[in-house]
């Protein structure tokens, strides 16, 4: 082998081994998509990918089907998501069926810039071991204000009123928060709603005040459904979340606005798939993510709450438009007079019976 041959194959060689230190490692993280996947882009993905080049980090937007995507990865051995945006109720069966890495929430995360530890600046938005918190958001609706003349929507009684706000809904396809809806509408004092929600002749009346509208209903799967729907002039008004509404309202100056009423205030965070490939890498994701400073720059591109205590003070300006977040927010006083507190063991228990009972009802 003659010498010039000898050193193009060594280079050839050396270009190889030097790419593939230097290969990117892609991780797959499942979010909601629309507004929401986009903050976290720009608050998270983006420096992050930028501090680390060989990461490249990938969207995929199927977090309504979560738990049954996870069942199926894990039965068939073959988990291929790094990182699940889950709500709480989600994460705790997740976690129960040992779909999801537990996490030691002081170790794996940073703390927050006074040292407190990350269980202590989360506290008790630690629903779950395997739960990481990353926002508190509600699911609220936005009205159209061109369709309801002089007299605004004020309570979530005007969503089952179709004879003084005519016209089509938008609820999500699921038996969650409008069960509860359904039975504050129906006359059920709030603390009595999950008690009477856990008995047969509740959920029965629950159905029944929906069967009121249910003519009228279009059913969203995404939170991205709504805001559409709305700015078509397809509904009236709509259910979804507080962000979507914030980010049609403000930044797509569409003629909607925002019925607090018996918002449902809920969590949502992240939770590490067991089996997954890439688990160091996501680990060190997260310690980043998760930090103070990361989860109050999320609330510059859409209004959810950060849930770490120590970044509420931080919470500033919209990046583009320059208005305060904080009234925008659902945990504002005045927006926060009536609030649903979502049950989340309760729906962790009874999610699997309550939909099987609800897509019956949908095909009634």
């Known amino acids: 082998m003659n010498k010039i041959l000898k050193q193009t194959l060594l280079a050839t060689v050396i270009f190889g081994l030097v790419s593939a230190a230097h290969a990117d490692t892609e991780l797959i993280v499942v979010s909601w998509g629309g507004a929401y996947t986009a903050s976290q882009q720009k608050a998270y993905h983006e420096p992050y990918m930028a501090a680390n080049p060989g990461i490249k980090i990938i ?176 509904v009236v008004m709509g259910s979804t979340y507080n962000g979507r509404l914030f980010s049609a309202i403000v930044e797509e100056k569409q003629p909607i606005a925002m019925l607090w009423d018996w918002q449902a205030f809920d969590l949502d965070g992240w939770i590490v798939p067991k089996g997954g490939k890439n688990e160091a890498e996501v680990m060190k994701y997260l310690k980043f993510a998760t930090d103070t400073q990361r989860l109050a720059d999320q609330a510059k591109y859409i209004s959810y709450g950060p849930a770490r205590a120590s970044s509420a003070p931080l919470v500033g300006k919209h990046e583009a438009l320059g208005i305060e977040m904080a009234p925008h927010m659902p945990t504002d006083p005045n927006n926060a007079t009536n609030t649903l507190i979502y049950d989340y063991e309760f729906w962790a228990d009874n999610t699997d019976d309550l939909t099987e009972l609800f897509n019956v009802w949908l095909a009634q």
């Open 59 to 234: 969207n995929d937007d199927s977090a309504n089907e979560a738990l049954s995507k996870l069942r199926a990865m894990q039965e068939s051995g073959n988990v291929t998501w790094d990182l699940v945006d889950a709500v709480a109720a989600t994460a705790i069966t997740a976690c129960d069926e040992g779909l999801a890495v537990e996490i030691n929430h002081d170790n794996d995360l940073a703390k927050a810039p006074d040292g407190t530890s990350a269980s202590q600046d989360f506290g008790d938005l630690i629903v779950s071991p395997c739960f990481i918190p990353q926002i508190v958001y509600s699911t609220t609706f936005g009205y159209r204000t061109d369709k309801v003349g002089n007299n605004p929507p004020t309570s979530i009684n005007d969503v089952f009123d179709l004879k003084k706000y005519p016209g089509k809904r938008a609820l999500e396809k699921r038996p969650i928060n409008n069960l509860e809806w359904a039975l504050i509408a129906d006359g059920v004092p709030i603390g009595k709603v999950y008690e009477v929600l856990g008995t047969e002749a509740g959920v029965k009346r629950a159905l029944a005040k929906l069967d009121t509208i249910k003519d009228q209903v279009i059913w969203w799967e995404k939170g991205a459904q709504t805001p559409q729907l709305l700015a078509d002039g397809e």
